[in-house]
Nanobody, 124 residues
Framework: QVQLVESGGGLVQAGGSLRLSCAASGRAFRPYAMAWFRQGLRKERDFVARISWSGGSTSYADSVKGRFAISRDGAKNMVYLQMNSLKPEDTAVYYC?????????????????WGQGTQVTVSS
């Protein structure tokens, strides 16, 4: 059983920064990939960033490229999302997700473990 717990959300002014963390627990946790998704109020949940667990390759949604950075610490089973130059439209609940079945997981349906989410609110 894998559990994902996000932390680091909060209220920040536009232009500010936040760092989200995701702690993974579970016996022999070895995902193929980890990702962050977000869901704004009355919006669908969207992809934000992805990182492969072994090679560390990353990909980002166009809306966050150059502002957000995803990273992982394999020894600690942690994934991070550094968010800079935040905008009000980044306001959302941010979810951490892990893919342990599909090797090239990219879509939401291919991530089989999810955290409860952490709220990020960016004020203008």
């Amino acid at each position: 059983q894998v559990q994902l717990v996000e932390s680091g959300g909060g209220l920040v002014q536009a232009g500010g920064s936040l760092r989200l963390s995701c702690a993974a627990s579970g016996r022999a946790f070895r995902p193929y990939a980890m990702a962050w998704f977000r869901q704004g109020l009355r919006k669908e949940r969207d992809f934000v960033a992805r990182i492969s667990w072994s090679g560390g390759s990353t990909s980002y949604a166009d809306s966050v490229k150059g502002r957000f950075a995803i990273s992982r610490d394999g020894a600690k089973n942690m994934v991070y999302l550094q968010m800079n130059s935040l905008k009000p439209e980044d306001t959302a609940v941010y979810y951490c997700a892990a893919a342990t079945i599909v090797a090239g997981a990219r879509s939401q349906s291919e991530f089989n473990y999810w955290g409860q989410g952490t709220q990020v609110t960016v004020s203008s």
